[in-house]
């Protein structure tokens, strides 16, 4: 016998046979305890009332202590014996179910739970447990016996059931009939679901009138769903006049009656200022109210609201869209890995920014497919891998995503991580350009600037660039500019093409500023200090100094660390149109808050020095910390310098581990001064010792798929430095790097392979490689293409191309290029501009030290081709060149001065 029943019987001997009011007097006297024994003496004894009341007792805890499962037992005792309310009580609590109650502790409900538990006095109290299962056959067979009976809260449980198919198969008919029923008894649930059921939300047809008629009368009976779904409905316009002030009205009186999703949506309206006037605090209320209640749509809205307005806080926006990415929310795990990305309100973290966006991605947020495929492209966050990246990229365009799309048609342009198919490429291209995208527009026009793919044809180039000008992509404008300048494609209009440049500037192409900068800079001559002539055809704007130095002023202003460091050489050699140094100062400030690490070294080295600034050492350290991790060399290098010997009045000791790191990053971008200071480290080792080391620690890396660090074991094995040299090796290692976009690996391939030129595969193997980096801008690549071109190695001779290369070498500063150039043009030259053009070119590669092009001036004075003639001049460039280093040099200069000696 229960210890209930047996306290039952004690209290029964000792009182008159209890009634049904005597227990309901008990009730209402809040005397819960006495009521129980009176309830429970007379359900025993069968009375389904008394059931039905001790069942209610057990549920909410009053008299006793609250026990679900001995409330659902008195339930079904008054159930069986044809109690409605019994009935249709069950009928809910089985639909969801119910957990244990929140006054048992975690530790007894472990115990209850225990079959090998030994706390008899648990078990008695609750020899059942305390939570029910839900159970939607047993739900349906109550519900169905509520209904019957008219109860019109069963009827519309019942309703649910066959409209969502739970514990019956879907039948929306007879879930319409059901909630029929009950909605013409007026109850609102009944009106709800049929609103619910003709809107959609089960499935099936949809009938948004009658489900307006049906949620306008549960609305009017303050049902707060109903009002919610209704102002839903007006707010789309869906079958009645799109309302957003009445809509807003509805959500105030869901939200008033705790409605969550009223609450959020009504945020947004005083967010976005729709149906009611736009109020900040109001709008952050309410979704606060709707994110407590676990609307994790609410945390996104308030990050973009934290975003915003005149004073955003980047800070708290992130803390919230944190909180919500935590919740599982897939767009703001999305958004948070785009804050990780940019360093918005978090540090910039490109790991974190991988691992968020990958859980955006699982829960199918297709924007985050694009974004992991971009991150997994570069190698940021995750390890370069193309082929996992053109994987991402056509889930994502499979969805319609045009980015990636656009990725797709580089990544089959240039070969990477899938085969080379220009075909391929304009087809993605053309399918993102149909979509409008100004980007994909844009890369059309290249194809068909350049002949890739589709023919060369520049008045197609010209209407693609117009199209992505016209979507609001500067690049476009600038593209289009440098026809009219040129007159390719389209009528040949400076006017237009410096225009169109202004107008690239202020859709914010700080190109564009570049651009201007370089049309309007003067080409000086080194001899005489005056304008070089050039032709009209490659100078089409005359020099204006003023307005050089003003568009690359502009530069520095949109945010060009490159353009405010050379703004601080031209002021440092004096030029006097250069802005004042107070203004140089504060771009480059402007540009070091931005992260340009140019600038961040510039000024770091400026307080490091106390020069044209006050001097501040920490200030300095803490700039060219953050330039270094921005990939500034210089700054590299610099903090490697200071890591090796230490700053003691910086409290900064030295920490000749972290200095060679430093040194080797500044390595790995050439920087001489780093590759010096890393053999100085090793200086006190033997040399064959040290290098080999420094070979081990470039392989490991390289081991690990880093690019530049396959560079350096490529680089180091081809020349035999620490290790025995192996071109077969390099070869592996450089086309690892290469494979991953690596550039400098692509053109030291391309060089290993032309030594095996005698074999028309290696050969032409070494051109593909070199057309990659080329189109990737590397210098070395286009002028080793043109060298190739020129020769006809692994490819067709074509001057003609090969004078594209050496000119697209050229401008980027390449010197071999320039003296390539000059010979060409040489070859060529016809005129006394052609001449002109071969000086250009030679002057060029002699100013960057060449002894050759040295040479070369030297003999267009001493013959007067493209120069004045002018032996002076000519015995000045012969022993610059011998200077130098030339060969010949010494030779002409003995027969010239002897020729002036004969002429005295």
Not at 224 to 237: F, N, S
Not at 265 to 275: A, M, P
Request: charged share 20%; net charge negative; hydrophobic share 45%.
């Amino acid at each position: 016998m229960s210890l209930g029943k047996t306290l039952s019987r004690l209290v029964t001997r000792k009182q008159p046979l209890p009634t049904l009011e005597r227990a309901e007097e008990a009730c209402r006297e809040k005397q819960f305890a006495q009521a129980v024994v009176l309830f429970r003496a007379l359900a025993e004894h069968g009375d389904r009332q008394a059931q039905l009341r001790l069942a209610q007792l057990y549920e909410r805890g009053d008299g006793v202590l609250q026990n679900f499962v001995e409330a659902v037992h008195w339930y079904e005792c008054a159930a069986e014996r044809g109690c409605v309310d019994a009935m249709s009580r069950l009928g809910e609590i089985y639909l969801t179910g119910r957990t244990a109650p929140q006054t048992a502790t975690p530790a007894a409900l472990d115990r209850i739970r225990d079959q090998h538990s030994t706390d008899a006095l648990l078990k008695q109290l609750y020899p059942r447990g305390l939570a029910i299962a839900a159970d939607l056959q047993r739900a349906l067979h109550w519900n169905t016996l509520a209904a019957k009976a008219g109860r019109a809260e069963a009827q519309t449980r019942l309703g649910h059931q066959y409209a969502s198919g739970l514990g019956v198969a879907c039948d929306h008919a007879t879930a319409a009939n059901w909630f029929e029923t009950a909605a013409v008894q007026d109850c609102a649930a009944g009106q709800l679901g049929l609103g619910l059921l003709y809107s959609g939300v089960y499935g099936g047809t949809t009938d948004h009138r009658r489900a307006s008629e049906w949620l306008e009368l549960a609305a009017a009976q303050h049902n707060a769903t109903a009002q919610l779904c209704l102002a839903l409905l007006l707010m789309r316009g869906e079958a009645m006049e799109h309302d957003m002030a009445r809509a807003a009205t509805l959500l105030e009186r869901a939200a008033a009656r705790n409605q969550p999703m009223a609450m959020f949506h009504l945020g947004e309206l005083y967010r976005l200022g729709q149906g009611v006037a736009s109020d900040p605090a109001r709008a952050e209320t309410w979704l606060r109210r709707a994110a407590a209640r676990g609307v994790p749509q609410s945390y996104l809205a308030l990050v973009q609201l934290l975003r915003s307005g005149p004073e955003p806080n980047h800070g708290a926006a992130a803390v919230l869209c944190r909180q919500a990415a935590e919740l599982g929310h897939g767009p703001a795990q999305y958004l948070l890995g785009q804050l990780y990305l940019v360093g918005e309100g978090v540090p910039k973290d490109a790991g974190e920014a991988a691992r968020w966006l990958a859980s955006a991605a699982e829960q199918n947020v297709r924007q985050a497919w694009e974004r992991l495929g971009a991150l997994q492209a570069d190698g940021l966050g995750l390890p370069q891998d193309l082929d996992a990246a053109a994987d991402w990229f056509h889930r994502a365009a499979a969805q319609g995503d045009v980015n990636a799309m656009c990725h797709l048609g580089a990544l089959h342009a240039g070969g990477m991580g899938v085969p080379r198919d220009l075909e391929a490429a304009h087809r993605w291209y053309e399918q993102a350009a149909q979509q409008g995208s100004g980007t994909a527009c844009l890369r059309l026009g290249i194809l068909h600037a350049q002949g890739e793919g589709p023919e060369c044809d520049y008045g197609q180039a010209a209407q693609w660039y117009r199209r992505a000008a016209d979507l609001g992509t500067a690049e476009g404008l600038y593209n289009l500019a440098f026809l009219h300048l040129r007159g390719l494609g389209v009528e040949r209009d400076v006017e237009q093409g410096l225009t169109l440049l202004e107008q690239a500037v202020n859709a914010g192409s700080v190109q564009a500023a570049w651009a201007l900068h370089h049309q309007y800079a003067e080409v000086r001559d080194d001899r005489q200090g005056q304008p070089a002539e050039d032709s009209e055809l490659h100078r089409p704007v005359a020099a204006d100094a003023q307005r050089a130095m003003l568009w690359l002023e502009v530069a520095a202003d949109m945010g060009s660390g490159a353009a405010a460091c050379l703004l601080t050489q031209c002021h440092e050699r004096g030029d006097p149109l250069a802005p004042e140094l107070e203004r140089i100062v504060t771009l480059l400030n402007d540009c070091s808050r931005q992260g340009q690490a140019d600038a961040q070294a510039r000024l770091g080295l400026w307080h490091a020095e106390g020069r044209h600034v006050a001097k501040d050492e920490h200030l300095a350290l803490r700039l060219m910390r953050n330039a270094a991790q921005g990939g500034d060399a210089f700054a590299q290098a610099w903090l490697g310098d200071v890591l090796s010997t230490g700053r003691d009045h910086l409290q900064l000791p030295a920490d000749p581990r972290m200095a060679a790191l430093w040194y080797r990053r500044a390595a790995a971008q050439g920087h001489v001064g780093a590759l010096q200071a890393l053999q100085a480290l090793h200086r006190n080792e033997p040399e064959n010792t040290s290098l080999r080391e420094l070979f081990q620690f470039w392989l490991q890396a390289a081991e690990q798929g880093h690019a530049e660090a396959q560079l350096h074991a490529g680089e180091q094995l081809l020349r035999g430095i620490g290790t025995e040299a192996s071109v077969t090796e390099a070869q592996r290692w450089l086309a690892k790097a290469a494979a991953q976009g690596n550039t400098r690996a692509m053109v030291l391939l391309a060089g290993t392979l032309l030594q095996q030129r005698t074999s028309t595969t290696a050969a032409g193997e070494a051109v593909a490689w070199l057309r990659r980096a080329a189109a990737q801008g590397d210098a070395g690549a286009r002028y080793n293409l043109g060298v190739c071109l020129r020769h006809g190695w692994g490819t067709a001779r074509d001057d003609a191309e090969a004078e594209q290369c050496y000119r697209a070498a050229a401008a980027q500063g390449d010197t071999s290029a320039q003296l390539a150039l000059a010979a060409l043009k040489a070859e060529q030259a016809r005129s006394d501009i052609d001449w002109q053009e071969v000086a250009h070119f030679f002057r060029l590669a002699a100013d960057a030290g060449n002894a050759h092009a040295m040479a070369g001036i030297a003999q267009l004075h001493e013959h007067g081709r493209g120069v004045l003639q002018d032996t002076s001049a000519a015995l000045h460039w012969y022993r610059r060149a011998q200077a130098t280093g030339h060969d010949d040099a010494s030779d002409q200069i003995r027969r010239l001065e002897t020729l002036r000696s004969q002429m005295r």
